[in-house]
């Protein structure tokens, strides 16, 4: 069964940095492009960023773009994302999801068939 | 961006009664539509995809219609385990955006 295990949460200084994992199983990872969407406190789901299923095409929300970095590694089964100079908003549980196939997709995306538990980022001094 | 704008933000049901969820688009999303539950302390799950289609293992009591700019959601005789958050999302054009979500409640 298809399995996405969120981590590196924590608790972080304005400013500083952070690195997310996701690791996946039960599916050929090296497949299936990767999201990330994260949650503020009591909050709706937002959308961060997205990786191609080869690593070549990656799309991010104007919020974090230019701050954080989606990336994956294929040969370790595990989707990445950077976060640098961390912003109180930046607050939020933080979910990797799994594309859906081709019946699953647009000619631009695709809605996310499963979703790990997430990781909670906590950015404050 | 799109804007997804979602109505009513809660609705009230009484359980075995129909639901209808409601999402619109700031422009034309074609069919690139999907709805998620989510439940307290849990992940959202996908429940329908391409404005219409059930997810793998979604009961057939969810549907989903619609195209372009407005679509709904209908839960046809609400479970105890339905009441939840739904959020719909499109992914038509980045950046992905997803509505404010419906508070589905027990009446």
């Known amino acids: 069964q298809v399995q996405l295990v969120e981590s590196g949460g924590g608790v972080v200084q304005p400013g500083r940095s952070l690195r997310l994992s996701c690791a996946a199983s039960g599916f050929i990872f090296s497949n299936s492009g990767m999201h990330w969407v994260r949650q503020a406190p009591g909050k709706g789901l937002e959308w961060v960023a997205v990786i191609s299923y080869d690593g070549s095409n990656k799309y991010y929300a104007d919020s974090v773009k230019g701050r954080f970095t989606i990336s994956r590694d294929n040969s370790k089964n595990t989707l990445y994302l950077q976060m640098n100079s961390l912003r109180a908003e930046d607050t939020a549980v933080y979910y990797c999801?799994?594309?859906?196939?081709?019946?699953?997709?647009?000619?631009?995306?695709?809605?996310?068939?499963?979703w790990g538990q997430g990781t909670l980022v906590t950015v404050s001094s | 961006e799109i804007v997804m704008t979602q109505s009513p933000a809660t609705l009230s049901v009484s359980p075995g009664e129909r639901a209808t969820l409601s999402c619109r688009a700031s422009?034309?999303?074609?069919?690139?539509l999907a709805w998620y539950q989510q439940k307290p302390g849990q992940a959202p799950r996908l429940l329908i995809y391409?404005?219409?289609t059930r997810a793998t293992g979604i009961p057939a009591r969810f549907s989903g219609s619609g195209s372009g700019t407005e679509f709904t959601l209908t839960i046809s005789s609400l479970q105890s385990e339905d009441f939840a958050v739904y959020y719909c999302?499109?992914?038509?054009?980045?950046?992905?955006?997803f509505g404010g979500g419906t508070k589905v409640e027990i009446k």
């Open positions: 999801a799994k594309e859906g196939g081709a019946e699953y997709c647009s000619r631009t995306s695709c809605s996310a068939d499963y």
């Open positions: 999302q499109q992914y038509n054009n980045f950046p992905l955006t």
């Open positions: 422009q034309s999303v074609r069919s690139n």
């Open positions: 391409g404005a219409s």
